[in-house]
């Protein structure tokens, strides 16, 4: 019987990537996948400290950890991701927690094979954390779907919003080549790929440092051409870098899905400021307006926090205000989250949790209210929907999701993978309902 390997991921899409490759070594090692940790050999951790309730949640699951250790003491328990980026987190495992065996970054994943032998051969804990490494290609990789995949374009970040943790757990921006790009997604569209994410913390400012300079726009124009894929999506998208020509490469394309993902975070100018965002609501909205003008149909979802140092209700009216004004297709909202070690952790004025409760409930509403007055426009119309299986909460529905990425279920007899029309019946704030035709 071959050895088993669990993978449990927090986070964003960059770390479900990142555990893809995590699983692609252990195939490759002739570990199978099993979503019983109770029958693994090794357990990978991959955790996020974007958020407090990240951090939270990851304890919590280190502990229940404890009592599958102890049945199985051979179990290699190992933790990795954004978290491990931090020497706090790693002293409290070490002293906590030691009966983890492992612990790596995000800079050394390419790496895990080889310090998973190391210890299997010395049988001590293992600590390996750099601070940086070069763009690795040709890491193994197994991939959650079939039919659609996410290819990483960027890693890091170099824009330093005062909030955020990212740029210091993932580190500088860097880009992979473009003919490495481009050569992943050939392999993935002969592999019947149809649809494709580009990924990367700012996907618009892609290209720097190459040896070969290439642009976002290009990149988008040049994978555009890749036969077999129906839909590229990217994300995230940073509103300073959306240059006109990423709209025009958007605008010149059928393949590459008209909608975007572009965070606002806050709609006052002095919180913009105060974020390190470069960019005010004149800005935001006017490129919201460029969007729409030269993109008809375009859907746009977006990120909001609420509660950031000294905003105050006034400021808080302007988030509300640019909520009402830009028809968000969908928005993640957030409390703002103290991370320590950035700017705006150490900022006066911190809000209390209440303020911030009570604000975050009136976003969720006035988005509520603007998101269902949005869906209304896609009673009785027919979408094309690509299928990702049965839905989770009822078998005998399928869902997938449209072109605007919006998420579909519907009765139906389509297989996974499949692209099918489906008209929709009823339109929900959170999905669409609807029968294939
Ligand atoms: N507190 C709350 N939300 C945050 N985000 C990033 N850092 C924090 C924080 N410290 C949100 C931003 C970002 C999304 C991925 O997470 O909105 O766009
Ligand atoms: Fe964080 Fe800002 Fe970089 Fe996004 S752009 S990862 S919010 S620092």
């Known amino acids: 019987m071959s050895k088993k390997y669990y993978i449990l991921t927090f986070g964003c899409q960059m770390n479900e990537n990142d555990s893809e490759h995590i699983a692609g070594i252990l195939t490759q090692k002739g570990y199978e996948r099993t979503d019983n940790v109770r029958e693994a050999s090794v357990c990978v951790v991959n955790t996020c400290s ?5 951090d939270d949640k ?11 250790k102890r049945d199985n003491p051979d179990l ?12 706090i987190y790693v002293d409290r495992i070490k002293e906590k927690f030691p009966y983890v065996d492992i612990i790596f970054g995000t800079h050394n994943i390419a790496d895990f094979g080889n310090i998973l032998d190391e210890f299997i051969e010395k049988k001590k804990k293992i600590v390996r954390v750099p601070d940086s490494s070069p763009v690795t290609e040709n890491v193994p990789l197994r991939r959650e779907y079939r039919h659609r995949a996410y290819v990483s374009i960027t890693y890091g ?17 860097k880009s992979r080549e473009a003919v490495n790009i481009l050569s992943e997604v050939e392999c993935l569209a002969r592999d019947g790929v149809k649809e494709i994410m580009l990924l990367g913390q700012n996907v618009n400012s892609y290209g720097k440092g190459l040896t070969e300079p290439c642009s976002f726009a290009e990149l988008l124009r040049m994978v555009s051409k890749v036969e077999g894929i129906e839909r590229i999506r990217f994300m995230t998208s940073h ?7 990423i709209i025009e490469a958007m605008a010149s394309s059928d393949k590459i899905c008209k909608s975007v993902h572009l965070p606002f975070q806050a709609g006052s100018d002095r919180i913009l400021k105060l974020m390190n965002r470069h960019y005010d609501r004149a800005y935001y909205l006017g490129l919201v307006k460029k969007l729409r ?12 926090i609420v509660g950031f140092p000294t905003e105050t209700e006034e400021d808080f009216e302007d988030t509300l205000d640019i909520v009402r004004q830009c028809r968000f297709e969908s928005a993640f909202t957030f409390i703002y989250s103290p991370r320590e ?65 919006k998420l579909v279920n519907f009765t139906g007899t389509a297989e996974t993978g499949d692209t099918v029309n489906v008209r929709i019946t009823k339109p929900n704030t959170y999905y669409l309902f609807g029968e294939q035709i």
């Not at 974007?50 to 990240?54: C, F, K, L, T």
């Not at 990851?58 to 599958?68: E, P």
């Not at 970040?157 to 921006?173: L, S």
């Not at 509103?239 to 020509?245: A, H, L, M």
Request: proline letters at 2%.
């Open 50 to 54: 974007i958020r407090e309730n990240a």
């Open 58 to 68: 990851f304890f919590g699951n280190l502990g229940d950890l404890k009592g599958v």
């Open 76 to 87: 290699i328990l190992s933790v990795c991701g954004c978290m491990m980026q931090q020497k």
């Open 157 to 173: 970040c170099d824009n330093f919003c005062t909030y955020c943790i990212v740029p210091y757990t993932r580190g500088r921006e």
């Open 239 to 245: 509103p300073r870098d959306f240059t006109d020509d």
């Open 293 to 304: 003008e030269r993109i008809p149909g375009i859907t746009i979802s977006t990120d909001i």
């Open 341 to 405: 070690g950035t700017k705006a952790a150490v900022m006066d004025g911190q809000i209390n949790h209440e303020t911030s409760v009570r604000r975050f409930k009136r976003l969720v509403s006035t988005l509520e209210e603007e998101i269902s007055e949005g869906v209304k426009i896609y009673q009785d119309t027919v979408q094309e929907v690509i299928v990702d299986g049965h839905s989770k909460s009822d078998a005998g529905t399928l869902t997938g999701r449209t072109r605007s990425n």
